[in-house]
């Protein structure tokens, strides 16, 4: 295990147990024995990866400040507008650009397609990613065995392309994608397949700014379907791509954060984790 994915690990099942116990508030010597490492050092590692206290981190998840966040987003477009190109902080958000496939292309399934795939290390645990010259075309979280069930994947949507790993070029991509330090103006293309329905679903997802949440009410009003609120849900859950297409910002109305394709603690920590460097920026 890589150094960034056994920091994750440790600050996951840190998180968890900060949720878990918030009545009772522990301290951070509870917390870093929960976790077997010294007091000292995970707040070392906890402060580094979120840029707060875990104290500070946990206000950031809880069902009162999400409620919150929800009264600031009822309007995404004007939200991101206004959160975005005149803000310092959008230098640190993604511009990503959505290409959908034909539908002739996607009847072919990918025939004429190179597809590079990698495994890496991120802020979140490892990623598995998939990039054509098109753009990134698939991206997950994984845990231990998800290597494997992310190549069936994309083998069944991508059946006809031709399917190799090569790290050198996700690793370019996942450098763009998860260090801020290398920051670009340039797009970030995504090649995906999808339904009108769900193309429109996932172009409202990126209007939601780092840091901001939204629920899938306010999702399918703004995409002019307010009926449409459970087919918005599949929607989200069908993203197939992780973080980029930031599903994981989209939650219940009562400001509960409810489950994530990549798992419901990996969403807190993202939720966390946003939250944190946008209020510290």
């Known amino acids: 295990m890589n150094q960034q994915t056994y920091n994750y690990d440790k600050i996951a099942k840190a998180i968890e147990f900060i949720v878990a116990n918030a009545k009772e508030q522990p301290s951070l010597f509870d917390v ?3 976790v077997s490492i010294s007091q000292f050092h995970f707040q070392r590692v906890f402060t580094e990866w979120a ?3 875990p104290k500070k981190f946990l206000q950031y998840i809880t069902a009162g400040y999400l409620k919150e966040k929800i009264k600031e987003s009822s309007n995404l477009v004007e939200l991101a507008e206004s959160a975005g190109l005149s803000s310092q902080s959008r230098v640190y958000d993604h511009f990503t650009a959505i290409e959908a496939v034909t539908p002739q292309e996607f009847k072919s399934s990918g025939k004429g397609l190179d597809i590079s795939y990698g495994i890496h290390e991120t802020p979140f645990g490892n990623c598995f990613i998939a990039v054509t010259e098109r753009g990134i075309c698939s991206m997950a979280f994984i845990d231990d065995a998800g290597r494997d069930e992310q190549l069936i994947v994309l083998a069944k949507k ?3 392309a031709t399917i190799q790993p090569d790290q050198s ?3 370019r991509y996942v450098d763009r994608i998860f260090q801020p330090a290398q920051k670009s103006l340039e797009k970030l293309p995504l090649l995906v397949q999808g339904t ?3 193309l429109k679903v996932w172009e409202a997802l990126l209007n939601i700014p780092r840091g ?3 629920t899938y009410q306010q999702i399918a009003q703004s995409i002019g379907n307010p009926g449409a609120v459970r087919a918005v849900g599949t929607a989200v859950g069908d993203n197939p791509i992780a973080y980029l297409i930031p599903c994981h910002r989209v939650i219940r109305k009562e400001g509960v954060l409810g489950e994530y394709r990549w798992g419901s603690l990996r969403k807190k920590a993202l939720i966390g984790w946003e939250a944190a460097r946008q209020h510290e920026e």
């Open 212 to 214: 901001a949440v939204t």
């Open 32 to 34: 870093a024995e929960e």
């Open 196 to 198: 009108n329905f769900q």
């Open 169 to 171: 070029i996700t690793q």
């Open 158 to 160: 991508w059946h006809y």
């Open 51 to 53: 840029g707060v206290s």
